[in-house]
């Protein structure tokens, strides 16, 4: 087996679930975000926000490193990218628990499996002071997307709006 079996459950969310060997549930939810880029953008409708959640966890222990999570993960961006070409997704690295540097290490490590010639992703990062954290974010889109420059602007737009506090 190179990866897990998944199903799109669907819903709001678009939600897939997949099982490990050690019963633990993952969900990959792909979130609608349309306001994200402002009301006035072209595809406001195709842009979602990649969850990637522990849905239930029987061990109460950290899940450990299984090599087949990341084919997973890969294997259900290519899924949802077959539904819309047009789909744009946007990672924000969770900080709930200051795990973050691991889970955009754990992040990497499943675009690299995923990552193909007809996408590009685009990374950026907001460092809050006060806070002492530093928030990743990473776009993905399609190389044929006819709006790929409109795409790439906008969220270049975005991050320096909000690191200037808009």
């Keep these: 087996m190179s990866r897990y079996n998944f199903d799109f459950v669907g819903g709001i969310q678009n939600s897939y679930l997949f099982v ?14 349309p306001y994200l880029f402002g009301e006035g953008f072209v595809l406001s409708d195709e842009i979602v926000e990649l969850v990637i959640k522990v849905a239930n966890n029987p061990t109460d222990r950290r899940p450990p490193l299984d090599v087949l999570i990341a084919p997973t993960v890969a294997a259900i961006i290519k899924d949802f990218y077959e539904k819309s070409s047009l789909t744009i997704t946007i990672f924000i690295c969770d900080t709930a628990d200051r795990r973050h540097e691991a889970r955009w290490r754990k992040f990497n490590r499943w675009y690299e499996y995923f990552a193909a010639s007809d996408y590009i992703r685009i990374d950026d990062s907001l460092r809050d002071k006060k806070e002492a954290v530093l928030y990743h974010w990473a776009l993905i889109a399609k190389n044929d997307n006819p709006y790929l420059r409109e795409v790439g602007l906008a969220f270049l737009d975005l991050m320096a709006d909000l690191r200037i506090g808009k």
């Design 20 to 33: 490990t060997q050690k019963q633990i549930i993952y969900e990959i939810l792909f979130k609608p975000t």
